[in-house]
């Protein structure tokens, strides 16, 4: 859907199985991991969301009180 002055914004959330697709969800941003980046083909995407997904493990273990 599109709709003036909004935002979308695609995540990949860790270790989450349910059906949440169409709906609101909150999302709350620690650290930006990197910039936006184009790949050259599908095994350089999955490569960077594997690193993507170690680096927001340990960002998010750094985090945690």
């Known amino acids: 859907y599109e709709q003036a002055n909004s ?3 695609e ?3 860790l270790d989450f199985g349910e059906d949440i ?3 609101d969800i909150k999302i709350y941003f620690v650290e930006r991991l990197r910039g ?3 790949f050259s083909n599908a095994e350089a995407l999955v490569n960077q ?3 993507d997904i170690q680096s ?3 960002l998010l273990r ?3 009180p």
Do not use: P
């Open 7 to 9: 935002a979308h914004v």
């Open 11 to 13: 995540a990949h959330i």
């Open 21 to 23: 697709y169409q709906k």
């Open 36 to 38: 936006e980046q184009r």
């Open 49 to 51: 969301i594997q690193k």
């Open 56 to 58: 927001t493990r340990v």
């Open 62 to 64: 750094k985090a945690q």
